[in-house]
């Protein structure tokens, strides 16, 4: 084990070496960076193995209880570095590295970003795992081992192009294919009854079937030894066909099932927040779902023998609705293949599910079609039903005559499986992200079921771990923390509430704003080397990176930028800080309005950026492949966080608290996690504007808000709104941004407009208050020492303690 009393810098120059040589065949001085990044990495996991081993040995003698979070998304981005700052020999490593005369941050450079997620949701997994490791508790992250994760974005003349992300291509040193415990799964085909033992069984028959293969990958704990596991579901064909059989019918079969196995896990699904409703998403859950639960089943049923026990020594939790066919398949191995009677088998899934809601956005509500959810799982759909019959029964037993509780309840209804109803019937808690979030879920959304089942509602604000977002993404920050408060803060985000007591402080302060300057000046080396603009980090770096979305507001944001353009070149003596915008976002492949919303932020970024007239006041930059390793940079550079979603629709956000962590100030809505932060920090510590969540679901409700209303009263916005459609930023085509007009004009579905003079407000405050140095200083140091509550070590042990009922292991 590497550590740091008893790290040995010759022996790992001799293993780095050896790795070479037996991975390559080269000699240190000879092979590439990628190579030596892999023989780095090879080194790495060789410490981390006799961990991982005794870490599960310890959990199977000491029988404790495990939580499988089911995702359909895990955003890890790299390991190398992380497991370095986990295994306490990050500053080792880079030592001994240097001395061969190699450089630590183009090595992990050389690392690609495991993007199999698309943004907050599945970053939170990622997160709930270091933390669940660092905590101790016994935990597998079950998802699926995308060939193509998050595609790589291209920006080519103002518009993103979407490129194939290769992420395997020279393979992935920390994985572990665990053939052994391959399992199959089987979709299509028809159930047959036949009788055993006088016992009606349900049998599939005329399936497909692929050969769900697990590749491990390690989650290392912070400094206590500890390895978790994130088991990913790769697709194998089933061969079992007989090459020497000229039988058609078998040929055709096997020919399909190779093609079943080869698309299964081809690639990761680009949509934020929305539901597609491609059969092959199915496909993808249920996969991935069959085989983490058969494994969950055959592995308790190796030390344990009675199967009406399972949720005392497992808990699954899923991430969204995504996973929630695991209830009935849950049900299909206990009844099916375990024997159980139905309500036996009902209340052992009951009390082994959770679900976690993580939106009220109407497009990512997940329904499958009777006929497609059938057809591909048929022995599944009927296990649904039987649910949905008795599940309607009991709102008839409550609600006596209710006929429109049944028609909003139901889990079968207008020709759909509704998978959030699925998985309320189907859990023993149900949670939301953030406290707002929970409540517009009790009171709206999920009304009906709050009502019927208020014990199985409760919160958990999100939160996001300081291991990657402040110790490996911000050194400098980290160091001078440590140096303020030892260093505690790593796996107790509360200790940083001991920096207050530096918030006045002169010196602190400079410390703390040329520790902000030193980031700005790498954001802004990076800038100049991807993007070739000049930014001047005396400015402020006012930022917005984050999916691109409507209810986002992006499109709120440049139309800002827009105005304030508008008003240097009617002013242009006019005094204001130079501001340097600075944009990251990927649009899903098929959202058209995300998309040209981001041409037009390249748009306006050229013609600005070019504009020598305004003395470079303000500038304007996107940048390519917005990820989790560039998002470090940027986090830590930010002096203003922007997190200005329509109110009641950012369930939480995550992003907003990697920002407060580094000592950025929000500028935001009063939405999602933004209520808590302002509560940590204090209201006259943030930039808040814009309409509350009641107010909006109040317009939503009365449909009384018009648009052209505030158009006919505002100038500034008539002006910018003219531009989107005058060739203002498009002279070679003056159409180009009419999409945009068209959907502010006639109907703002986000509220931009009547948001937008409170917005233009809130910034006019951040230019006079950033000019009181001290004071900004000061509020900077104040948001990082208030982030505390933000960690998800605290979320992890709420989930642990209040749902799960986790116990922690000891080694
Ligand atoms: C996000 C939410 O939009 C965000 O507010 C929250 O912080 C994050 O989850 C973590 O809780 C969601 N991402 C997705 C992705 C899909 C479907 C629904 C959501 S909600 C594919």
Not at 26 to 32: F, G, I, K
Not at 209 to 231: F, Q
Not at 577 to 587: E, Q, S
């Amino acid at each position: 084990m590497i550590k740091k009393d008893t790290f040995d810098k010759e022996k790992f120059k001799k293993e780095l070496e050896s790795n070479v040589r037996m991975l390559f065949r080269r000699n240190l001085d000879e092979a590439t960076t990628q190579q030596i990044y892999q023989a780095v990495a090879y080194s790495v996991k060789d410490d981390i193995i006799d961990n991982w081993i005794e870490t599960h040995k310890a959990y199977e003698k000491q029988d404790k209880k495990m939580v499988y979070y089911m995702s359909m998304e895990f955003l890890m981005g790299r390991a190398l570095g992380n497991n370095m700052i986990n295994l306490l020999c990050y500053d080792e490593v880079r030592e001994t590295l240097e001395e061969l005369g190699l450089d630590m941050n183009l090595i992990e450079d050389q690392e690609p970003d495991a993007a199999l997620g698309n943004g907050g949701l599945g970053r939170l997994a990622a997160c709930f795992l270091d933390s669940l490791a660092t905590l101790g508790y016994p935990a597998y992250g079950c998802g699926i081992r995308y060939r193509y994760g998050m595609f790589k974005q291209k920006i080519e003349n103002g518009y993103q192009v979407e490129v194939p992300d290769n992420w395997l291509k020279y393979g992935n040193p920390f994985e572990i294919k665990r053939d052994e415990y391959a399992v199959e799964v089987k979709f299509g085909g028809y159930v047959d009854v036949e009788m055993h033992n006088g016992r009606q069984k349900f049998v599939q028959k005329g399936y497909q079937s692929v050969r769900a293969v697990p590749y491990d990958m390690p989650i290392v704990g912070y400094g206590n030894h500890i390895v978790n596991t994130l088991r990913i579901w790769d697709a194998e064909a089933i061969n079992n066909f007989n090459l020497d059989s000229f039988d058609k019918g078998e040929y055709e079969k096997a020919v399909e099932q190779e093609n079943l196995a080869r698309t299964i896990c081809e690639v990761l699904y680009p949509n934020d927040n929305h539901m597609a409703g491609k059969e092959l998403r199915l496909k993808q859950q249920y996969f991935f779902i069959s085989a983490s639960v058969q494994r969950a089943v055959a592995k308790y049923k190796q030390t344990h023998d009675d199967i009406r026990k399972f949720h005392e020594k497992v808990t699954f939790q899923l991430n969204d609705t995504h996973p929630t066919v695991a209830v009935a398949e849950l049900m299909r191995i206990l009844v099916d293949e375990e024997g159980l009677e139905w309500d036996e088998a009902w209340e052992v899934t009951r009390k082994t599910c959770a679900y976690t809601n993580h939106t009220i956005m109407a497009e990512a509500l997940e329904k499958w079609p009777i006929e497609l959810f059938s057809r591909l799982l048929p022995r599944v759909y009927q296990i649904v039903e039987e649910i949905n019959r008795r599940f309607v029964i009991e709102i008839q037993n409550k609600y006596p005559g209710d006929q429109e509780k049944i028609r909003k309840m139901a889990i079968l209804y207008d020709g759909q499986v509704r998978m959030a109803h699925l998985a309320i019937a189907g859990s023993y808690s149900v949670n939301g992200v953030a406290r707002l979030h929970t409540e517009i879920l009790k009171k709206r959304e999920l009304r009906d079921f709050y009502e019927m089942m208020p014990e199985k509602f409760n919160n958990k604000t999100n939160g996001i771990t300081q291991r990657r977002f402040l110790l490996h993404g911000n050194p400098l920050l980290a160091s001078w923390v440590t140096d303020k408060i030892g260093d505690d803060w790593i796996t107790n985000l509360d200790h940083l509430k001991h920096l207050k007591v530096y918030v006045d402080d002169e010196k602190c302060q400079q410390e703390f704003m040329n520790i902000k300057y030193q980031n700005k000046v790498r954001l802004a080396k990076y800038i100049k080397e991807h993007n070739g603009i000049d930014v001047d980090p005396r400015s402020i770096f006012d930022c917005q990176v984050k999916r691109l979305h409507e209810y986002k507001r992006q499109l709120m944001n440049i139309l800002h930028v827009m105005y304030l353009y508008n008003e240097l070149k009617a002013h242009p003596d006019m005094d204001i800080v130079p501001r340097t915008f600075i944009f990251g976002a990927k649009a899903a492949a098929g959202y058209y309005t995300a998309k040209l919303t981001i041409k037009l932020i390249n748009a306006v970024a050229d013609k600005i950026n070019n504009d020598s007239s305004i003395n470079g006041k303000i500038k304007v930059v996107f940048i390519e492949d917005y990820r989790v390793s560039n998002a470090e940079l940027i986090f830590a550079a930010a002096d203003v966080s922007e997190q200005i979603s329509t109110a009641s629709k950012e369930a939480s956000g995550t992003g907003n608290m990697k920002f407060m962590l580094n000592g950025a100030l929000t500028l935001g809505t009063m939405d999602g996690a933004n209520v808590e932060i302002v509560e940590e920090v204090g209201k006259d510590n943030a930039f808040i504007f814009g309409l509350s969540a009641e107010q909006v679901m109040e317009y939503e409700k009365n449909k009384n808000y018009n648009p052209r209303d505030v158009y006919n009263n505002n100038q500034d916005v008539r002006q910018v709104l003219t531009q989107l459609v005058n060739g203002f930023y498009s002279p070679e085509n003056p159409e180009l941004f009419r999409a945009l007009y068209d959907a502010l004009l006639e109907k703002d579905t986000y509220f931009t407009l009547l948001d937008f003079d409170s917005y233009k407000e809130a910034h006019n405050r951040i230019d006079a208050a950033y000019r009181d140095e001290q004071h900004w200083a000061r509020t900077a140091m104040l948001q990082t020492a208030s982030a505390g509550k933000f960690s998800s070590d605290r979320t992890i042990e709420e989930y642990a303690k209040e749902m799960w009922h986790l116990e922690k292991v000891t080694l």
